[in-house]
């Protein structure tokens, strides 16, 4: 590649990019997944390809790139044409229909995503894939290192909120490593964390995931407050006191958001799914 194609290839701050080119961390966050013999793995704005290349190192069967950038979708077009596994999809990974990409590619197993992701997009991309029907496998998904502590957060800490309770309740995440803001080019202000997210079994999945947000909104967006207070809205309009629409799901009306588990919170998404007729067809059909 020349100095001119080099310096072309500057990451874009408009798109929140941030490129990772150490063979050794790239290498570790591959290893994070696990076996991906024979697996189909989704990454998300490859650029580059630093995890790329860390990816195309193992047996996987697939890669698929999403790419936004043309710069960099126009290199992996051309490197695919000298590795099939690699299927470049030139676009915003908020507007991709993934379930469809791997229809038409003939998938039909559960497919992996493996991601370094832009900061800008990284918690609207996981609500995306937690609300995710069954062709979502596991992810490994690097975040800002708040945003990863947040979503891994247990109930009773500061960084427990809604992103902790709407990924607790589709998935099982833990932090699996940090990483220094001096391992990327251009280095971002902030450490970076990667996130495992482990698929939940069936039996502890929660499907009703419009009602989930919604409840999850109101007691988080006034997290200070009683429940009593923030959920005055939402009990109201299901012709409830906040007082009745906790008791009903035996909680303590004047609880704070922050001191209880995922479970409660899914008892209030319950009743209000059920009073509110709003039902698991229209939220995400079990992984």
């Known amino acids: 590649m020349s100095e001119r194609d080099r310096n072309d290839r500057r990451a874009k701050k408009s798109l929140g990019q941030h490129f990772l080119f150490d063979k050794n961390l790239t290498r570790k966050i591959v290893r994070q997944a696990g076996d991906l013999s024979g697996a189909t793995v989704f990454e998300i704005g490859p650029g580059p390809g630093g995890l790329t290349e860390a990816l195309l190192e193992t047996p996987l069967k697939r890669l698929i790139l999403a790419e936004k950038d043309n710069r960099f979708a126009e290199d992996w077009r051309l490197r695919a044409q000298n590795d099939s596994r690699i299927q470049v999809i030139q676009g915003d990974a908020l507007d991709l229909d993934e379930q469809k990409i791997l229809q038409d590619l003939g998938e039909v197993s559960p497919t992996i995503i493996i991601s370094n992701l832009p900061y800008n997009v990284g918690t609207p991309l996981l609500i995306k894939w937690l609300r995710a029907g069954a062709w979502r496998g596991p992810m490994t998904l690097m975040f800002q290192l708040e945003v990863a502590e947040r979503i891994c957060a247990e109930s009773g800490t500061s960084a427990y909120g809604r992103l902790s309770v709407l990924a607790q309740s589709r998935s099982r995440p833990r932090l ?112």
């Open 176 to 287: 699996a490593m940090r990483v220094p803001a001096t391992a990327f080019t251009p280095p971002p202000k902030v450490e970076s964390g990667v996130v495992q997210f482990e698929n939940l079994p069936a039996s502890e999945l929660f499907c009703l995931t419009d009602a989930l947000e919604i409840i999850t909104a109101a007691a988080f967006g006034q997290r200070r407050k009683m429940l009593r207070q923030s959920l005055k809205s939402v009990a109201g309009s299901m012709g409830m006191s906040a007082a009745e629409f906790t008791q009903s799901a035996d909680i303590d009306p004047t609880a704070r958001p922050e001191d209880l588990p995922p479970q409660a919170f899914q008892r209030l998404a319950t009743i209000y799914a059920s009073r509110r007729h709003i039902n698991a067809a229209s939220s995400p059909t079990p992984i």
